[in-house]
């Protein structure tokens, strides 16, 4: 069972959906999802339309459009606007001229997207290549992500030292870039980092400092981050309204890190587009983002299997796993549906990496309760690849599985895997991008953001918002105020 799109982007979901007495989801169980089917996708066309989404409500109380899926259609008087998007690319040119150190900063839906491009473009030794082999894109950091004194004390001490070998092997001081991502402007991970950041930093000789600020754009209501900008004469770029931070990874919160790595930012939007033209159908087995939609909220409500585990293979996909955590928690994981209905949903999101956590969590997948969907991700062209060397043939063990390369190798664990998994009544499917490339990176995101909107329709909940997470911030703002008043701080 496969849906296979022209441009070799594949949902393959045999061992998820079967016939009747196979034990897995059913024609039957998506025919009695039909007319809540028909109803999600007039509302997901609505959305799309107009930005309207019945019941979805700001965090102040009001209602708001959502107009994410606006971002990959660059047009004039779009988020995205030929001019926005020729600005990011003036910005990043100049940032592989002129900047040595980018430090990201931003949480939450101002971090995890930027953390994926970054992985996928850079890898894991970006930062100890030298300018000339990143071909003059600069270091990237990232901050804000927590509040963790520890490890801000030693990025600081980091960018002291890299500060101090440039000016004494290059002779100048180090051009260091913060851009500070948050929409409200005042987030605490990220403003607290900045601050200690700014501060310890900017009072470096060896620095040259400067600040890009991404933040929600409306100046008559400036967001803390915004009126600094304003006042100090930063420059900026937006966060807009009708774009929550999950979603925000095309908007120029994902972007601007984009343009600091020399990421394809054309071949993400057109994969993006090209992956929301691909679900404009109402037939459900056509339609990528129904499809998955409907498998996993009938996996979940007729079969209880309501854990999904994101399991890409490759170690540069662990953090699209630690995004998609976020997108189906906060998106679906609701106390009530439009109706002010106390009826709690939501799928638990877990993140695992193949082949790491087959030594770690597949145990529980294969034996453990009846609760899981695995959901792989699987690149079927790596850029590069080794055969597996013959240096021990007098370990037999050893010199069985040489002369097979490392990516057919993950490949061969990922299949025995999900064959395994399926011998034992377990549910999984397959997301298969034909290149690790922006392009099909952005059909693949696209394709998961655009689900969670179909599937907050069949749940009856507000996908949109994320009120559960003002509960601990009710409770922080006035320890934090207390623990100032006590220690006497000013
Ligand atoms: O999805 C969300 O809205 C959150 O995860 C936010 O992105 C996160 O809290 C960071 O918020 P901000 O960008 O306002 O700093």
């Known amino acids: 069972m496969k849906l296979r799109l022209d441009s070799g982007f594949t949902f393959d979901y045999t061992h998820l959906y079967g016939e009747e007495g196979d034990g897995k989801v059913t024609a039957a169980d998506l025919e009695g999802l039909k007319e809540a089917l028909g ?66 900063l931003g949480i939450g839906g101002s971090y995890l997207g930027n953390k994926v491009l970054f992985d996928v473009q850079c890898g894991e030794f970006w930062n100890m290549k030298t300018a000339k082999e990143r071909d003059g894109w600069p270091e990237i950091y990232f901050s804000g992500n927590n509040i963790d004194a520890r490890r801000t004390a030693d990025l600081i001490a980091h960018l002291k030292h890299r500060a ?84 925000s990874v095309f908007s120029e919160v994902g972007l601007s890190l984009a343009a600091c790595i020399g990421f394809d930012i054309d071949g993400f939007l057109a994969g993006a587009r090209a992956m929301d033209e691909a679900c404009r159908g109402d037939d459900v087995y056509e339609n990528p983002a129904m499809l998955n939609a409907a498998l996993k909220f009938a996996a979940s409500e007729i079969y209880g299997r309501d854990i999904e585990v994101m399991m890409p293979y490759g170690d540069y996909l662990k953090s699209l796993s630690e995004w998609y955590i976020q997108l189906l928690a906060e998106s679906l994981g609701k106390g009530e549906d439009r109706d002010g209905n106390q009826t709690p949903y939501g799928r638990t999101p877990l993140v695992a990496v193949g082949t790491t956590d087959m030594h770690a969590q597949t145990q529980q997948h294969q034996e453990g309760v009846l609760d899981k969907v695995v959901q792989f991700i699987r690149v079927e062209k790596w850029p590069e690849d080794q055969v597996i060397p013959n240096v021990f043939p007098e370990a037999e063990k050893l010199a069985a599985f040489a002369g097979v390369t490392m990516a057919e190798a993950l490949e061969v664990a990922r299949t025995s895997n999900a064959e395994a998994l399926a011998a034992n009544n377990r549910f999984s499917a397959v997301f298969s991008l034909p290149e690790l490339t922006a392009f099909h990176l952005g059909e693949l995101m696209y394709l998961l953001a655009l689900s969670v909107a179909y599937e907050g329709e069949l749940a009856d909940v507000d996908a949109f918002n994320q009120p559960g997470v003002e509960a601990y911030k009710r409770i922080m703002g006035p320890r934090l105020a207390e623990i100032k008043k006590t220690a006497g701080r000013g």
Do not use: C
Request: aromatic share 4%; hydrophobic share 40%.
């Open 39 to 104: 109803e999600a996708h007039e509302a997901v066309k609505t959305m799309r339309a107009t930005g309207v989404v019945r019941g979805h409500l700001s965090k102040d109380g009001t209602p708001e459009k959502v107009l994410s899926p606006q971002l990959p259609f660059v047009a004039e008087g779009h988020l995205n606007s030929p001019a926005s998007i020729a600005r990011l690319k003036a910005f990043g040119q100049r940032v592989q001229k002129e900047t040595d150190v980018v430090v990201s």
């Open 164 to 247: 101090a070998v440039m000016r004494s092997h290059g002779g100048r001081a180090l051009r260091l870039m913060l851009l500070v991502i948050s929409k409200s402007g005042g987030t605490l991970d990220t403003m607290s980092n900045f601050m200690v950041l700014y501060d310890a930093l900017g009072k470096v000789p060896d620095i040259e400092m400067e600040v890009v600020a991404v933040t929600d754009p409306n100046e008559a209501k400036p967001t803390l981050l915004k009126k600094l900008a304003m006042d100090k004469g930063w420059e900026t770029f937006a966060v807009p309204d009708g774009v929550g931070g999950r979603f």
